[in-house]
């Protein structure tokens, strides 16, 4: 059973940074696509940024040059490094192992405030 687990989320001024974090068990990860989302408040989930498991990385347009995904394999995690962040960035940030479409799973999820 995968198992993710988020941190890093919390209140920050508009303009500051924020990295979050997504540790996972379970033994698929290395082979697994790893991506971020969100949930803005009264608003349907959305993609942020995926990383594949060689690396390749794609972004949503609206995160474009602000966002950075990356992972650390031997750690078993991967990361979403967040800079100039805007008031419109605060959402609910989840974690997704994506290793087939039997395989998919989802972490608990991180609240991110961007306000002042």
């Known amino acids: 059973q995968v198992q993710l687990v988020e941190s890093g989320g919390g209140l920050v001024q508009p303009g500051g940074s924020l990295r979050l974090s997504c540790a996972a068990s379970g033994g698929i990860f290395t082979r697994s696509t790893m991506g971020w989302y969100r949930q803005p408040p009264g608003k349907q989930r959305e993609f942020v940024a995926t990383?594949?498991?060689?690396?390749?990385?794609s972004y949503a347009d609206s995160v474009k040059g602000r966002v950075t995904i990356s992972r650390d394999n031997p750690k078993n995690t991967v990361y979403l490094q967040m800079n100039s962040l805007k008031p419109e960035d605060t959402a609910v940030y989840y974690c997704r192992c994506n290793a087939d479409v039997w395989r998919d799973y989802w972490g608990q999820g991180t609240q991110v405030t961007v306000s002042s």
């Open positions: 990383i594949s498991s060689s690396g390749s990385t």
